[in-house]
């Protein structure tokens, strides 16, 4: 877990280094430091950039633009009414680069904040991290995680059950619970693949089957994507109050890693209703599909719920970055660089939930023999629960015989 | 197996449901951030 924060910290913190700074550059290439030669050439320009400047910035170079952003010297202005006193000190290439930093004191009749930005060059970083790292490594762990499950499938096999069934079941699920699961499921699966669409659909759709079906089937995404969050966030409510105090960390679950779950090797180690592997699918679900619920709900009423500047200042706060070695995080940013940093933790906390997701959906169909069934009928063989969920059949069977009549009751 | 195909029909309904409200409630981008004079539909 701490791992997978690390790593949702570091692909995020890429982006935030990106977003604050339109120089850098968001592909693998090495960022020169500024050369000297560049900054003493300026005077010959009269303080304006040079030309080495300008090619290096075409190469994806760092360039110090802090000597464009002076604008203006209000100390020295002409008094109002001579010649040229109506700008204040400021000259017309002034005015422009102020625009060109998002700078200038802009005023609008309508829109807000949101029309105050004449120029975002925040949204080329956003735009290359996209289709660059996040679609390049977000591909690489989907398809490594399916990999990896077939690696194992052919090196394990299924995950028999070791004694023979007995034909006597136990209840494991509820038909409500088995509702609120597969309400999260299918909507998971749905967002799923019609996220992938909008993020991969350019670039892995169109050039095969034509920009035509591309677009219709990336409409047709976006509009299935918006409307079945609802059913996910609802379902994820549900799982979440149905489950927490069966999820809560225990001694058991030490045990139960100690020996890998019984995933390696032939020993089963005890588990209550849910072991340490099924704990730890629980939280991600919780806890990343909480996040991808957030952000997703900032860019489905845009501009109306930033959240990263906020976040960010929180931590700053907390001296993050310097435990990163980087930078403080960007705390004022544009109405449209919110919604970027909305968009790209959206994709890449999906992506991490989609892995876990991938492994839960092997475990609980082909992995496992016998897995299937508690999400089915809701009734599992009792020789499958005492090999996993040795503890919850014990209390299971307490309770049957405290029961009036010493019977499970009906549903 | 009632369950899982209900999870299913309730995904469509709850869809549904949210696209005719949220609609109506015009959440939309173009909806709550633009207007006529500054979009061709």
Redesign the interface.
């Known amino acids: 877990m701490r791992a997978l924060l690390c790593f949702l910290f570091v692909l995020f913190a890429s982006a935030a280094v990106a977003q604050d700074n339109p120089n850098v550059r968001l592909d693998d290439e090495p960022v020169s430091e500024v050369a000297p030669a560049k900054i003493e050439a300026r005077p010959a320009t009269g303080g304006a950039q040079t030309r080495e400047d300008i090619m290096a910035r075409q190469r994806g170079e760092e360039v110090d633009t802090s000597f464009r952003r002076e604008f203006g010297d209000p100390d020295s202005a002409a008094g109002i009414s001579n010649q040229l006193g109506t700008l204040g000190g400021a000259s017309d290439p002034d005015l422009w680069r102020a625009l060109r930093f998002d700078e200038a004191n802009i005023t609008v009749s309508a ?1 807000g904040d ?1 029309a105050k930005v004449l120029v975002q060059d925040g949204g080329m970083a956003w735009y290359q991290f996209r289709e660059g790292p996040l679609t390049k490594y977000g591909t690489y762990l989907l398809l490594g995680t399916l990999g990896l499950l077939v690696i194992f499938f052919v090196l394990r096999g299924r995950i028999a059950v070791d004694a023979e069934m007995t034909g006597r079941t136990v209840q494991r699920f509820n ?2 619970e ?6 999260l ?3 998971f699966i ?1 967002l799923g693949f019609t996220g992938l669409f909008v993020l991969l659909g350019r670039q892995f759709i169109a050039p095969y089957l034509g920009r035509e079906f591309n677009s219709t089937l990336l409409t047709a995404s976006k ?2 994507h ?6 996910f966030m ?2 994820l409510v549900m799982v979440f109050v149905f489950w927490v105090i069966h999820n809560l960390p225990s001694r058991t679950d030490l045990k139960w890693f100690a020996q890998f779950g019984g995933i390696i090797g032939k020993k089963h180690p005890p588990a209550k209703k849910f072991n340490g592997g099924q704990k730890i699918i629980f939280w991600s679900v919780i806890l990343l599909g909480g996040s991808i619920s957030v952000s997703g709900l900032s860019l ?5 719920l930033p959240l990263f500047a906020k976040t960010f200042t929180a931590l700053n706060g907390f001296g993050v970055n310097e435990w990163l070695g980087m930078a403080p995080f960007p705390t004022e940013l544009s109405p449209q660089e919110e919604m970027q940093f909305a968009s790209a933790w959206h994709a890449i906390v999906s992506f991490v939930l989609m892995a876990i997701i991938i492994a839960h959906i092997y475990i609980g169909s082909v992995g496992m023999e016998g897995a299937y069934d508690a ?4 009734q599992v063989d009792e020789a499958w629960a005492h090999q996993h969920h040795s503890l919850w059949l014990e209390e299971v069977k307490a309770k049957e015989k405290e029961a009036p009549g010493g019977a499970t009751p009906a549903e | 197996m009632k369950p899982m195909l209900t999870g299913f029909a309730a995904i469509i309904v709850i869809s549904v449901v949210a696209w005719y409200g949220l609609g109506q409630a015009g959440f939309s981008s173009s909806d709550v951030h633009s207007g006529p004079n500054v979009r061709i539909d």
């Open positions: 829109g949101v038909a409500v088995r509702f609120a699961h597969w309400l499921a299918g909507s749905l509009f299935i918006n409307n079945v969050s609802w059913a609802l379902a489905l009423f845009p501009f109306e999400m089915g009928s809701g």
